[in-house]
């Protein structure tokens, strides 16, 4: 009869904690970079702005929760969605070791987030949470939103 009692309090504290990871943890900004560089498809300059997150939401419920929460203080103080090709990249702050010493010359290298060394290493390409575009959403599966004015489509990464 006790090992019942404590078989269902471990499995509701697991229930709990799945639910917590999955839906309640929203996280917290850590750090905004920006950089601008002339994009020779678009044929002017566009502005990247990568955003670490501490405890990253893991849902797309919970990711969206998260940009709802924190667009309109990203959008007044860093203005990253100026023209249609400016994005913004959601990444965990996960700072990792350089794989190619070469690529700390890039903003975003081939296989990492290394924001031109100014973080002292790069993030993996598996750390990136969702990206945030203005305009409508390009696939069936992206969510839009509206703020001020600004209508923007999250894109999910899987």
């Given at each position: ?47 990247s ?53 070469g ?14 060394g100014?973080i ?39």
């Amino acid at each position: 009869m006790k090992s019942i009692k404590i078989i269902i309090t471990i499995l509701a504290l697991c229930t709990l904690y799945i639910l917590y990871i999955f839906y309640l943890r929203q996280g917290h900004i850590k750090e905004i970079y920006q950089h601008s560089e002339y994009s020779e498809i678009w044929g002017r300059d566009c502005k990247s702005t990568v955003i670490l997150v501490d405890n990253a939401p893991l849902s797309h419920d919970a990711k969206k929760e998260f940009w709802k929460k924190n667009s309109i203080e990203i959008i007044k103080k860093w203005a990253p969605l100026t023209n249609s090709c400016d994005e913004i990249l959601f990444v965990k702050n996960r700072i990792g070791r350089v794989q190619q010493s070469g690529d700390l010359k890039y903003w975003i290298a081939d296989n990492a987030i290394c924001l031109n060394g100014i973080i002292g290493g790069c993030i993996s390409w598996d750390d990136r949470l969702f990206y945030v575009k203005a305009g409508d959403p390009i696939w069936k599966d992206e969510v839009s939103t509206e703020k001020n004015g600004l209508r923007t489509h999250l894109n999910f990464i899987n």
